[in-house]
């Protein structure tokens, strides 16, 4: 069954909304999450390393401002992108750590934000 | 810097053979995986490579040579619904995972 839960699968809004996405754990206490966001054609590109009960550790050129990470607890983060723009417009993915270096991430489904 | 090499796009025929080469120049090596993912979806695991050799896994192999700082992804007896990008991650002495981009397959009947 699925290791990790994203929602929603969707979004399409106008200019200037904040859109909220949720990344939950549903067989691990995951300390560390990651969002990554991916275009059309292109590799994933990690955006941040999102760490339970404290700041997330942001990749050099994404706007922490604009893109908030929460980590409350050890089974949920959320990425909200902040009046977004069509240049927002992505596919943005979640993952939790295996644990070991060996182990693989698991991956959430992932979400299509469109913005209009 | 931090370099991984995949082909773009590579086309193949039902039934046959095709192997994905991924070349890689990390900081560092400390596995490398494979995974598959299909249009609008997730990546989903195929493979993970730490020591030189071939892993067999049913109709997928992965081969690493850590010297050469190479890998390989054979698929056999092609499905269509193999036809997916196929993505090559190294991880390295930092434990950050570096994603090559993808190499997206095409399955011809």
């Known amino acids: 069954g699925a290791v990790v839960s994203q929602h929603p699968s969707r979004v399409i809004c106008k200019s200037g909304t904040s859109v909220k996405i949720e990344c939950r754990s549903l067989?691990?206490?995951?300390?560390?999450m990651f969002w990554y966001r991916q275009f059309p054609k292109q590799s994933l590109m990690l955006m941040a390393t999102s760490n339970e009960g404290s700041k997330a550790t942001y990749e050099q050129g994404v706007e922490k401002d604009k893109f908030l990470i929460n980590h409350a607890s050890l089974t949920l983060s959320t990425l909200t992108v902040t009046s977004a723009h069509p240049e927002d417009s992505s596919f943005y993915i979640c993952?939790?750590?295996?644990?070991?270096?060996?182990?693989?991430?698991?991956f959430g489904d992932g979400t299509r934000l469109s913005i209009l | 810097g931090q370099n991984i090499d995949q082909p773009t796009e590579m086309t193949a025929t039902e039934g046959a053979i095709v192997q994905i080469n991924c070349t890689y120049q990390t900081s560092g090596f400390n596995g490398l995986f494979w995974y598959q993912q299909h249009a609008g979806e997730a990546p989903t695991f195929l493979s993970y490579?730490?020591l030189d050799g071939l892993e067999e896994k049913g109709r997928f192999s992965s081969f690493l040579s850590r010297s050469k700082g190479y890998s390989y992804l054979l698929l056999k007896e092609l499905q269509m619904k193999d036809s997916a990008s196929y993505l090559c991650a190294v991880i390295d002495s930092n434990y950050q995972l570096i994603w090559g981009a993808g190499t997206k397959l095409i399955i011809k009947p």
């Open positions: 067989d691990f206490q995951a300390t560390t």
């Open positions: 993952s939790i750590s295996g644990g070991e270096a060996y182990q693989p991430q698991h």
């Open positions: 490579n730490v």
